[in-house]
């Protein structure tokens, strides 16, 4: 698939086929992550156990319910599971307070993303379970997945077959806002 085709058909999909990716399917991905320009290092972590794929997506929930607003809304609906089930979430830890985590962190997401859109797979960019991280239970998730108490969770990419009994998506926003400055 060409770049351009891969940009035009990726989607945000939040329904996932129980079935995990396969290691060859992970190791492409991996590949694209590292592929991604970068300004200093991140620690890349995948979760494929179902029991704390499970804790983690428990722990976030309780802490957004927690914290109010429009958190405690999303995470009141039923049913609702902040890594929407995915069977291999790919989480991106590093410092916080590292200048261009953030940068180097969202290339290399995006890069994953478009090579799973390139595969077939589904994929979504989530970022809500840093309150899972940052919550009680925060700690004892850490240390489940040997993440480094001082480190920080910044992005994670669920990805998984895509599922399409339980099909949503989102394309992202076509709405941005753009000045020519010439």
């Not at 590093?94 to 997401?109: N, Q, R, W």
């Not at 840093?130 to 920080?152: T, Y």
């Amino acid at each position: 698939m060409e770049v351009m085709e891969a940009i035009k058909r990726r989607e945000s999909y939040r329904s996932f086929k129980e079935e995990p990716i396969s290691d060859e399917e992970l190791k492409k991905l991996l590949y694209a992550a590292e592929r991604a320009p970068r300004i200093g290092s991140v620690e890349i972590i995948v979760l494929q156990d179902k029991e704390k794929i499970a804790a983690l997506s428990d722990a976030t929930k309780e802490a957004m319910i927690a914290s109010g607003g429009w958190n405690r809304m999303r995470a009141s609906t039923p049913d609702y599971n902040p890594l929407y089930k995915a069977p291999t979430v790919i989480m991106f830890v590093g410092y916080s307070s590292e200048p261009f985590i953030s940068e180097t962190v969202g290339l290399a997401a995006g890069m994953m993303v478009m090579a799973a859109t390139d595969m077939g797979l589904g994929s979504i960019t989530v970022s809500s379970i840093r309150r899972g991280f940052n919550g009680p239970k925060g700690s004892e998730l850490k240390k489940s997945m040997e993440m480094g108490q001082n480190k920080d969770l910044i992005l994670a990419v669920c990805v998984g077959y895509k599922d399409k009994s339980h099909y949503l998506e989102f394309k992202g926003s076509s709405h941005n806002i753009v000045k020519y400055v010439r």
